[in-house]
């Protein structure tokens, strides 16, 4: 099966996810809202900073590079980060134990295979359509000649609860509010919050079937969330996480 959370909705304002997340709006970061969220583009995500300590938005590229790799092809296959490897991946060890992120989202997009040459696109969001946090990872590579940066950030994801299974058998991990102190929190690096990797409770998750558009990146308007038929043809998403 093809890895899951490959496209997802950050809808939200700026100044609803500031307040949400607890970060001061920071004007001089430029982003907006998008409906389809594609691996490899940049997007806001929450750290902590490490010169004050606190809350900040900052973008970053969808698809983790870690510090040691040779060049940024590594980037395609870790948009997604196992919860169940998570600690021990080399990609991923080490961001795992000092380099977590909050990843702001309002859905997410999974496509259930109906037949060898149709699937149907599905929205998954929360009940009570509130934004929410894929729990993230974080790191900072440099170019090994110019001696650039670039960060990146990578999705952890878990088996699928009951909403998400019959699209897919994996979801992402979506940290309860009460957990986001915590998850970002420096902690003692040597026992980094696994028990925070869990399926979200099925009952606070609804999904919906979307039109076929949302399978082209190029697409991205609020109709993509908009109820929508059955598809009829094939669309490959393009998912390209390692799930």
């Keep these: ?5 490959g496209r997802y909705v950050r809808k939200s304002t700026r100044r609803e996810i500031a307040a949400w997340f607890g970060v001061e709006d920071d004007e001089a970061v430029a982003w907006g809202p998008s409906y389809n969220v594609a691996p490899q583009s940049f997007q806001p995500v929450v750290r902590l900073s490490r010169h004050t300590g606190m809350r900040e938005i900052v973008l970053m590229r969808w698809g983790l590079i870690p510090y040691w790799s040779k060049d940024t092809k590594i980037g395609y296959s870790t948009i997604n980060a196992k919860a169940e490897t998570v600690a021990t991946a080399p990609a991923f060890r080490e961001a795992f134990r000092r380099r977590r992120c909050l990843v702001p989202a309002d859905a997410f997009y999974e496509w259930q295979k109906l037949d060898a040459k149709h699937k149907q696109p599905f929205a998954i969001a ?5 934004p929410y946090a894929f729990a993230g990872l974080w790191d900072r590579w440099k170019h090994p000649s110019t001696r650039e940066s670039l960060e990146s950030f990578s999705i952890i994801t878990i088996d699928a ?18 957990h986001y102190e915590r998850w970002l929190g420096a902690g003692d690096p ?3 919050p696994l028990d925070l990797l869990r399926p979200f ?3 606070q998750m609804i999904a919906w079937k979307v039109e076929r558009a949302v399978g082209n990146v190029r697409n991205d308007t609020a109709q993509l969330l908009e ?3 059955p598809t009829e043809d094939c669309d490959d998403p393009e998912l390209f996480s390692l799930c």
């Design 161 to 178: 609860n009951q909403v998400v299974a019959p699209l897919h058998n994996r979801m992402p991990v979506i940290l309860e509010r009460k």
């Design 201 to 203: 409770p099925a009952e």
């Design 190 to 192: 040597a026992q980094p």
């Design 227 to 229: 109820p929508g038929a």
């Design 1 to 5: 099966m093809k890895g899951v959370c």
């Design 126 to 130: 929360l009940s009570n359509r509130e």
